[in-house]
T-cell receptor, first 112, second 110 residues
Framework: KQEVTQIPAALSVPEGENLVLNCSFT??????LQWFRQDPGKGLTSLLL?????REQTSGRLNASLDKSSGRSTLYIAASQPGDSATYLC???????????FGKGTKLTVNP | NAGVTQTPKFRVLKTGQSMTLLCAQD?????MYWYRQDPGMGLRLIHY???????AKGEVPDGYNVSRLKKQNFLLGLESAAPSQTSVYFC?????????FGQGTRLTVV
């Protein structure tokens, strides 16, 4: 059974810092991996999608990498801003499955 | 550009009452999902559908029923609400690659 873990559960950094959020999964047989952002009381917003054949994806200040063999993905946020404060979730779609398996998220606080 | 729309956004039910949550997507996606999100538990899959007229159970299906009579709509029903079903419910849709979520329904059962 695929399990997804995000460590740490919470992270607090000063504005301007570059930071890395981690996501690990137990089974390397995945179709893709998706990073989401969730603001308090809101739904999930898709940030980046990485297909299993890809190593990384970039969008603005965000860069997500995927190492399938080691069961890891990282989300790199450059020059963090207070507006980046949110919970970040990763989800994997196992190969041959229609379902997404979620981690419990990392709550990020960027202090001015 | 509506994406995934959930109605209602908030609801308070008494124990034993029934209700239906509606999810509508305008992206012509085949796959639709219902999740619940609880503190410390993360997102848990209730039911999902891989196409019009199909449904399947997720991790936590007990106490819920679903229907997908039209491709764009996925309904989640609670037949007899219990306090344990107090949660935030999210609907999602996907074309098999990227998933998109609605804004959620906050349900309280008293």
């Amino acid at each position: 059974k695929q399990e997804v873990t995000q460590i740490p559960a919470a992270l607090s950094v000063p504005e301007g810092e570059n930071l890395v959020l981690n996501c690990s999964f137990t089974d390397s047989a995945i179709y893709n991996l998706q990073w989401f952002r969730q603001d308090p009381g809101k739904g999930l917003t898709s940030l980046l999608l990485i297909q299993s054949s890809q190593r990384e994806q970039t969008s603005g200040r965000l860069n997500a990498s995927l190492d399938k063999s080691s069961g890891r993905s990282t989300l790199y946020i450059a020059a963090s801003q207070p507006g980046d404060s949110a919970t970040y979730l990763c989800a994997v779609r196992p190969s041959g499955s229609e379902k997404l398996v979620f981690g419990k998220g990392t709550k990020l606080t960027v202090n001015p | 550009n509506a994406g995934v729309t959930q109605t209602p956004k908030f609801r308070v039910l008494k124990t034993g009452q029934s209700m239906t949550l509606l999810c509508a997507q305008d992206m012509n996606h085949e796959y639709m999902y219902w999740y619940r999100q609880d503190p410390g538990m993360g997102l848990r899959l209730i039911h999902y559908s891989v196409g019009e007229g199909t449904t399947a159970k997720g991790e936590v299906p007990d106490g819920y029923n679903v229907s997908r009579l039209k491709k764009q709509n996925f309904l989640l029903g609670l037949e007899s609400a219990a306090p344990s079903q107090t949660s935030v419910y999210f609907c999602a849709s996907s074309d098999g690659t990227e998933a998109f979520f609605g804004q959620g329904t906050r349900l309280t059962v008293v």
